[in-house]
């Protein structure tokens, strides 16, 4: 990925100017002219002091407002940093701010005395945001719009939930974002962002960070233009040559949309509209394949909530019971909800207390790398843009609690966990998500044969934080979506009894919008031996479960 501009580069000018004047040799009171040199040479070193105090005083004046930027969101914080950084504005700005702002504020310093600062910058530059954490949540945002049809007002203006505060994003943060469009070929929200920016530009006129109404106008130009709008590109190119009369490409510009309207006039022919709102099945030409299809069409409306409804006769087979089939299970037995039925799909409630759960994220946290995917060609574990995530494993040896859950596993699912993989706990960042995909290996891939277990025969999957937008699990081939709430687990057989996968457990992990943490632990039993619990005992009892279906 391309880098971006930086908007707080405020070149600063250091005194060079000698302010000790030579020493006279005493003849200068006798001669009037060489007074008047004196004169002229003060008036020199005074306009250079004059830029300097000047200078001086807008840095000290941009440092203040960075300053206050970062009081603004820390004040923001509160004493629940996960929550604040579940939304993904929050952590967009956290990250640009380590990445981009903090070292320009060094820049800033560097020429004063102020050395405590800049070695304490020195000192934690390794921990800073990298130019990929900066690229990465830019591409987050882009996601969340995506996935869920988000106009970039609600980004900026601090509106995407009333329920954790966000700031307003400057003129800058907000171009950048278009800017981030720009040098990856997507035209649909560079053209998005940049309007944005433009809005923000004639209302932040006070602070522009540097942001450049020309390049604006040129952005919109050029991807109104890729876009098929080329009276929008006419309009933006003559804006641009009303700031630069002498800017030939610009001029070149005014005159080629200029024959490309009177073409589309006389043709009858029309390009895009320029309504951004729209809600076409391809909204951007700029997708790769994958992306243009039904299929993924399909992952992103489920992640939206439209789900197909139950029909009267699924309904009637949605039931709760309580499962006690194990000794362990007698005293707190285990909530069961079969939420679909085809797959049967069984969510497993408040099988894990809050406690467990802040443990094993605690046990987990120093083995967290980024997730990987099995490759379908190599076999190999591989990094992948559809599975944003990291990851790490835990063994029932690393701790008496992963011993605990196992066997707690182990009961409520009757399979053992002897060939079951180790407890893997995920952790979602900005937007985290994982596209359509099966647990199991298909016909034509490998059966995880490193592993010396066979192929994945089911799943349970515990949600180990409440994700309060966003993160739905879907399953896109039957339509249905779920909500499961914080300690609950869903449950579902990969393989059919013929030992066949079956491909309607198909599923994806929605992009998340904003969460109180991002953690979940899945299981996946490989040749595992069904140890047939009792699913006559059984009693109502009353669910709180989002049957999004």
């Known amino acids: 990925m391309a880098a971006f501009l930086l908007y707080l580069r405020f070149p600063l000018l250091i005194l ?10 005493g003849e200068l009171f006798t001669a009037l002219v060489d007074l008047e040199q004196l004169v002229y040479r003060e008036r020199e070193l005074r306009f250079t002091l004059e830029q300097y105090v000047n200078l001086e005083q807008e840095r000290i004046t941009k440092l203040k407002k960075f300053l206050a930027r ?9 004493e629940d940093v996960p929550r604040y950084l579940g939304h993904p504005v929050n952590s967009y700005l956290q990250i640009r701010r380590l990445y981009k702002d903090w070292p320009e504020a060094e820049k800033l310093i560097q020429i004063d005395n102020s050395e405590a600062v800049s070695d304490a910058i020195t000192k934690h ?12 949540a830019i591409t987050a945002l882009l996601r969340l719009q995506d996935t869920y049809q988000i106009q970039p007002s609600s980004f900026t203006e601090g509106k995407l939930t009333d329920a954790v505060p966000s700031p307003k994003m400057t003129v800058g943060e907000v171009y950048d974002i278009g800017r981030h469009a720009y040098l990856n070929g997507d035209m649909f929200y560079t053209r998005s962002w940049m309007e944005e920016s433009l809005k923000q530009y004639i209302k932040q006129q006070d ?11 040129d952005h919109l130009a050029y991807s109104n233009y890729k ?3 080329m009276r929008k590109a006419l309009e933006y190119s003559k804006k641009m040559v009303e700031l630069d009369p002498l800017h030939e490409r610009a001029q070149g510009n005014v005159a080629f949309f200029g024959e490309e309207v009177k073409m589309y006039k006389q043709t009858g022919r029309r390009g895009d509209t320029g309504i951004i709102t729209d809600t076409k099945v391809k909204p951007r030409s700029e997708r790769d394949n994958w992306h243009r299809t039904s299929s993924f069409q399909n992952y992103e409306k489920l992640c939206r909530g439209e789900v197909r409804n139950l029909t009267a006769w699924e309904q009637s087979k949605m039931l709760c019971w309580y499962y006690s089939g194990t000794p362990r299970l007698r005293i707190r037995p285990a909530k069961f909800e079969r939420v679909f039925l085809k797959p049967e799909i069984i969510i497993m409630r408040q099988i894990l207390t809050v406690p467990e759960m802040n443990k094993i994220k605690e046990l987990a946290a120093p083995r967290l790398r980024r997730a990987t995917v099995r490759s379908s060609k190599s076999g190999l574990l591989e990094h992948a843009k559809y599975r944003v995530s990291k990851s790490g494993w835990l063994k029932d040896t690393d701790h008496e609690l992963v011993r605990r859950v196992s066997l707690r596993i182990e009961d409520v699912t009757g399979l053992t966990m002897d060939t079951a993989e180790e407890l ?16 199991f290996a298909r016909n034509n891939e490998d059966k995880f044969t490193s592993l010396g277990t066979g192929n994945r025969i089911a799943t349970f999957l515990a949600y180990m934080s409440n994700v309060e937008a966003g993160g739905g699990t879907v399953f896109t081939q039957v339509g249905t979506t779920l909500f499961p709430s914080q300690g609950d687990a ?19 992990g929605c992009p998340v919008l904003w969460q109180t943490s991002g953690s979940m632990s899945e299981v996946r039993n490989s040749d595992g031996v069904v140890l047939c619990p009792d699913m006559n005992d059984t009693a109502d009892w009353s669910s709180g479960l989002r049957i999004a279906a």
């Not at 602070?207 to 106008?217: A, Q, S, T, W």
């Not at 893997?424 to 647990?439: L, S, T, W």
């Not at 059919?496 to 994806?508: F, W, Y």
């Open 16 to 25: 060079t100017s000698a302010l000790i004047l030579s020493r006279a040799r």
């Open 70 to 78: 970062v009081d603004s969101a820390h004040n923001l914080v509160g």
């Open 125 to 136: 530059k390794e921990a800073l945001s990298s130019k990929e954490d900066y690229e990465g």
């Open 207 to 217: 602070d522009l960070e540097g942001v450049n109404l020309f390049d604006i106008y």
């Open 227 to 229: 876009r098929g709008n």
């Open 424 to 439: 893997q706990i995920v952790n979602y960042g900005i937007a985290g998500h994982y596209e359509p995909h099966y647990d």
């Open 490 to 508: 869903a449950f579902w057989w990969n393989l059919k009894r013929s030992g066949d996968g079956d491909d309607s457990t198909r599923h994806a």
